[in-house]
């Protein structure tokens, strides 16, 4: 390379930007709904409750479908599994608005479950897919910061909804808003097959620098997973641990998710353009924490090892959690009640990457697999969440619902002090 020429950007980088947008997607499809439950439960004449319930079958069939979808990424390769994924899933997110119009009472609201259902099985791939491509096309010193920056769109996917939703329905009304809202993963979709591969030495434009920068050659040698491989992953106790701290942690992340923006409506009373407005704030402090939190993760790993490096993050950020998660409820200006919210969730988020690359550092070219594991323990605390804070909020009881998210943010952080992330997954003798 002659001095002063530029070192041309790496294929990976593409890659990446591709899984940015699918996540952020991913996102605008599976929170439509949460934020239009304000203008759709009148109209459609459907309970709060019923929104909770809607959320949950979502969240049942990602979680059930977290270690399938890890496992048919590591078979099919994310070209195919990706396609696969956006294909699916818009056609659940399109069901949604087409359904309100032909069916009404109880059949509409089955009808709109099995839509959640489905929509669920399709994204569920979405990131434990994500690990296997960053454990393939990243250097292990940058697997926080790539797993922090997916997040990042996932984020900002839902942070771009409220405004999103809340302005095409106030222009189009709702059920176009939510059609509007998903058809750009049709785009995304398509320039995904057209460009995207599973490896990188099946990529065209891939240098053999690049590939020297990675260890493409030990996972092109690793062999296919095994149900006696897949048994040890799961019961492995360092990503068992790691997936009941997630747990604990996505109860807060899916309390925010989910509810912070009915909690601003109906609690701090924001109204109209103003609530889509108020409803972003929380999701940028969470995108700028998922960022900043994946350099941290990896800069600390590469300081300490990855024992204490993944460690320390989250140690000293799900306290932070629990303690602003409480200042939201305490505080009596609705402004004020904003930033704690974007503060508590930017905290939460700073923790990603800590998680993904722990374990990706513990099952190597099995991180499809075992953050299927993990993913799966992340959405139980979805699913754990939605009924009770869907019970709490309609009964008034949002206090009580924050406080629950304050409790689970010290329990995550306490069950880093047992995890490992310098062990690995001990394969099976053939």
Not at 39 to 52: A, D, E, F, N
Not at 278 to 295: E, L, S
Request: glycine share 10%.
């Amino acid at each position: 390379m002659t001095r002063g020429a530029r070192r041309p950007v790496r294929i990976r980088w593409w890659i990446l930007v591709f899984m940015f947008l699918f996540a952020l997607m991913s996102f605008v499809q599976r929170t439509s709904i949460a934020v239009a439950a304000d203008t759709m439960m009148p109209v459609l004449h459907i309970s709060q409750v019923q929104i909770g319930w809607l959320n949950t079958a979502f969240l049942m069939t990602y979680a059930i479908m977290q270690i399938p979808g890890g496992v048919l990424g590591q078979y099919l390769g994310a070209r195919r599994t990706y396609v696969a994924v956006g294909i699916v899933s818009l056609l659940a997110t399109v069901a949604t608005p087409a359904l309100s119009i032909i069916y009404d009472g109880a059949a509409l609201f089955v009808g709109l479950f099995v839509a959640q259902l489905i929509l669920g099985v399709s994204l569920a791939p979405v990131f434990p897919v994500f690990a296997s491509v960053v454990e393939t096309w990243f250097p292990t010193n940058r697997w926080a910061i790539a797993n922090g920056l997916q997040s990042c769109g996932m984020l900002l996917g839902g942070c771009v909804t409220p405004i999103a939703v809340v302005s095409l329905t106030q222009a189009v009304g709702w059920r176009m808003a939510l059609l509007l809202a998903a058809l750009p993963v049709a785009l995304v979709t398509t320039g995904w097959g057209w460009y995207g591969r599973s490896l990188p030495r099946q990529h065209p434009s891939v240098t053999a620098e690049e590939l020297a920068e990675l260890d493409s050659a030990a996972h092109d040698q690793a062999t296919p997973l095994t149900l006696r491989r897949l048994g040890r992953i799961a019961a492995d106790r360092d990503v068992l641990l790691l997936s009941f701290s997630y747990l604990c942690m996505n109860y807060t992340f899916y309390l925010l998710t989910y509810w912070s923006f009915l909690y601003l409506v109906q609690v701090r009373g924001f109204k109209g353009i103003e609530s889509g407005v108020m409803g972003m704030v929380p999701w940028i402090g969470a995108a700028i924490g998922a960022a900043v939190g994946g350099f941290l993760s990896d800069r600390s790993a590469e300081r300490w090892g990855a024992r204490w490096g993944y460690r320390l993050v989250p140690l000293i950020t799900l306290p932070a959690v629990a303690a602003l998660l409480l200042l939201t409820i305490w505080v009596s200006r609705p402004y004020a009640a904003v930033l704690a919210l974007a503060a508590a969730f930017g905290a939460v988020e700073i923790n990603e990457g800590a998680y993904w690359a722990a374990t990706m550092h513990v099952a190597r070219s099995d991180s499809g697999a075992a953050t299927g594991v993990l993913n799966t323990g992340g959405n139980l605390g979805g699913i754990l969440c939605q009924p009770i804070v869907a019970a709490l909020s309609a009964a008034g009881a949002w206090d009580a619902a924050f406080r629950t998210g304050t409790i689970l943010a010290l329990v995550a952080a306490g069950a880093w002090m047992l995890i490992d992330a310098d062990r690995t997954v001990p394969l099976p003798t053939a």
